[in-house]
T-cell receptor
Framework: SQTIHQWPATLVQPVGSPLSLECTVE??????LYWYRQAAGRGLQLLFY??????ISSEVPQNLSASRPQDRQFILSSKKLLLSDSGFYLC??????????????FGPGTRLLVL | DQQVKQNSPSLSVQEGRISILNCDYT??????FLWYKKYPAEGPTFLIS?????DKNEDGRFTVFLNKSAKHLSLHIVPSQPGDSAVYFC????????????FGKGTKLSVIP
C-alpha cells in the first residue's frame, strides 16, 4: 500500500530564515506530487505540482520554491521566510496516469509558525 | 473567483441523525468531484467521489449526490457519529488529464452525542 510522509511535523522559524520541508511517497512509482498550504480559517491553496522529476509547476507567485530531486521526493523551500508564510503545509500524491480521474492523497502535514 | 463554494462554514447535528453538507460549483468543465474529511493538525482523508456521469454514489454511511444542472453536490452521512466531527472539504477536477483539484473552504461538522 502507498504511504506518504512529511517532516517535520511542526516548525517554528524566525522571519528571514530559510525553510526546507520534505515529502516522500512509498509504494508507488511516477506519482504526481503536490504542495498545498492551508492558512488559518481558509481552504486549501495549491502551491506547486509536479508530474515528474524536475517538472514543477507553480500556481501562486511567492517566495517559496519546490524541487523534485527523486521520483518520490518533493521538497518545499524558501530562502527567506515571511510572517505570511505561516500555515499548515500539506503534501499530496496522485496516481499520475493519463486518463485516470484525479484523486489526491494527503500526508500528515507540517505546521509552520514564522515569528 | 471561487469556483467551488461551501457556503456553510459550520454545521451541528445530533448523533444518529443525518448530516447534509453542501457544495456548489461554477465551472461547467468540472466533471469529477470528491469529498475529504480533515481532523485538526492532520492531512485531509479522501472519503468518496463521484463522476459527472452519475448522480449518486454510496459507500457505507456516506452518500454523495450530484445535480449537474444546478451545479450542486451534497454529502449525506447517515447515521452521524461523534467521530464524524471534522472539517469536510468538497473538491472538483476538470477531467482526465487535468492534474489539479479545486477545493472549497470547508464545512466544520460537529456531531453532538
Amino acid at each position: 500500500s502507498q504511504t506518504i510522509h512529511q517532516w517535520p511535523a511542526t516548525l517554528v522559524q524566525p522571519v528571514g530564515s530559510p525553510l526546507s520541508l520534505e515529502c516522500t511517497v512509498e509504494g508507488t512509482s511516477n506519482p504526481n506530487l503536490y504542495w498545498y498550504r492551508q492558512a488559518a480559517g481558509r481552504g486549501l491553496q495549491l502551491l506547486f505540482y509536479s508530474i515528474g522529476i524536475d517538472q514543477i509547476s507553480s500556481e501562486v507567485p511567492q517566495n517559496l520554491s519546490a524541487s523534485r530531486p527523486q521520483d518520490r521526493q518533493f521538497i518545499l523551500s524558501s530562502k527567506k521566510l515571511l510572517l505570511s508564510d505561516s500555515g499548515f503545509y500539506l503534501c499530496a500524491w496522485s496516481v499520475g496516469l493519463a486518463g485516470v480521474r484525479e484523486t489526491q492523497y494527503f500526508g500528515p502535514g507540517t505546521r509552520l509558525l514564522v515569528l | 473567483d471561487q469556483q467551488v463554494k461551501q457556503n456553510s462554514p459550520s454545521l451541528s447535528v445530533q448523533e444518529g441523525r443525518i448530516s447534509i453538507l453542501n457544495c456548489d460549483y461554477t465551472n461547467s468543465m468540472f466533471d469529477y468531484f470528491l469529498w475529504y474529511k480533515k481532523y485538526p493538525a492532520e492531512g485531509p482523508t479522501f472519503l468518496i467521489s463521484i463522476s459527472s456521469i452519475k448522480d449518486k454514489n454510496e459507500d457505507g454511511r456516506f452518500t454523495v449526490f450530484l445535480n449537474k444542472s444546478a451545479k450542486h453536490l451534497s454529502l449525506h452521512i447517515v447515521p452521524s457519529q461523534p467521530g464524524d466531527s471534522a472539517v469536510y472539504f468538497c473538491a472538483a477536477n476538470s477531467g482526465a488529464g487535468s492534474y489539479q483539484l479545486t477545493f472549497g473552504k470547508g464545512t466544520k461538522l460537529s456531531v453532538i452525542p
